[in-house]
């Protein structure tokens, strides 16, 4: 069986009183598009901040490519949070310089075409930029490393529907097929059409885990319609 590009064992976290994950077991292929599907509170963005190596597990491992998280994962994972993070003084050209200099993956050719493609002024400063502008412009440079494994949390969120399949668009066209790219989100209705797996997560752990186009032939619904049906009668969703 072909090694997982990302995989959990037993692995658990406690925010002090609060168990973010708990005992989580979970294997991801390589070269496939995986939703990671949950309610507020599921542990969506803890396992990719897990992932992305911001946080240590309480216990349990997670590895990425077999290795331990630590600086040989860091240089092949891209990680996208749930929030811009950049410097909002800096200008556009200013964060392709920065990841210029810090990922030798990235590739600028790919960031500069994509930003025209949008119409983003890269000598614009950050904080000039609309919120929905902002995400934009921090996807183009998480989608333009060569990375074995892209971690997107919540990437289209905070933008209006219109720029909604552009973005979708850019994650499927600009990543090597043979990586696999991580897609936390709450609006499966609009990410999962191009969605290769899927993973339902609930109070830190895997209710259900599979194929997308086989769970919607087997049951007839949509990956949203399973989604309602499976956690209508939980608790907090």
Same mark, same amino acid.
């Given at each position: 069986?072909?090694?997982?590009?990302?995989?959990?064992?037993?692995?658990?976290?406690? %925010?002090?009183?609060?168990?973010?994950?708990?005992?989580?077991?979970?294997?991801?292929?390589?070269?496939?598009?995986?939703?990671?599907?949950?309610?507020?509170?599921?542990?969506?963005?803890?396992?990719?901040?897990?992932?992305?190596?911001?946080?240590?597990?309480?216990?349990?491992?997670?590895?990425?490519?077999?290795? $331990?998280?630590?600086?040989?994962?860091?240089?092949?994972?891209?990680?996208?949070?749930?929030? $811009?993070?950049?410097?909002?003084?800096?200008?556009?050209?200013?964060?392709?310089?920065?990841?210029?200099?810090? %990922?030798?993956?990235?590739?600028?050719?790919?960031?500069?075409?994509?930003?025209?493609?949008?119409?983003?002024?890269?000598?614009?400063?950050?904080?000039?930029?609309?919120?929905?502008?902002?995400?934009?412009?921090?996807? @183009?440079? @998480?989608?333009?490393?060569?990375?074995?494994? %892209?971690?997107?949390?919540? $990437?289209?969120?905070?933008?209006? $529907?219109?720029?909604?399949? %552009?973005?979708?668009?850019?994650?499927?066209?600009?990543?090597?097929?043979?990586?696999? @790219?991580?897609?936390?989100?709450?609006?499966?209705?609009?990410?999962?059409?191009?969605?290769?797996?899927?993973?339902?997560?609930?109070?830190?752990?895997?209710?259900?885990?599979?194929?997308?186009?086989?769970?919607?032939?087997?049951?007839?619904?949509?990956?949203?319609?399973?989604?309602?049906? @499976?956690?209508?009668?939980?608790?907090?969703?």
């Amino acid at each position: 069986m072909e090694e997982a590009i990302l995989k959990t064992t037993a692995l658990f976290m406690r %925010y002090h009183r609060t168990l973010a994950l708990n005992d989580l077991n979970l294997a991801l292929p390589k070269g496939k598009i995986v939703g990671l599907l949950g309610p507020n509170g599921s542990g969506k963005t803890t396992l990719i901040k897990l992932a992305a190596g911001l946080l240590t597990p309480t216990a349990g491992t997670i590895t990425i490519g077999g290795q $331990p998280i630590g600086t040989r994962t860091k240089a092949v994972v891209s990680y996208l949070p749930d929030r $811009p993070c950049f410097g909002q003084g800096l200008t556009v050209n200013q964060q392709l310089d920065l990841f210029q200099d810090f %990922y030798a993956d990235f590739d600028r050719s790919r960031a500069e075409t994509m930003l025209s493609a949008l119409g983003i002024d890269p000598a614009a400063r950050f904080r000039q930029l609309s919120k929905g502008t902002q995400e934009k412009v921090q996807l @183009v440079l @998480v989608m333009s490393r060569r990375a074995k494994l %892209y971690l997107l949390d919540e $990437p289209i969120g905070g933008v209006d $529907p219109a720029a909604r399949d %552009y973005i979708l668009n850019t994650i499927i066209t600009n990543y090597d097929p043979s990586a696999t @790219v991580l897609i936390s989100t709450h609006l499966i209705a609009d990410v999962e059409r191009v969605l290769d797996e899927f993973v339902f997560l609930y109070q830190g752990k895997v209710l259900r885990t599979g194929n997308a186009d086989e769970a919607r032939e087997e049951t007839g619904k949509s990956l949203d319609e399973l989604f309602r049906e @499976v956690f209508r009668c939980l608790p907090n969703c």
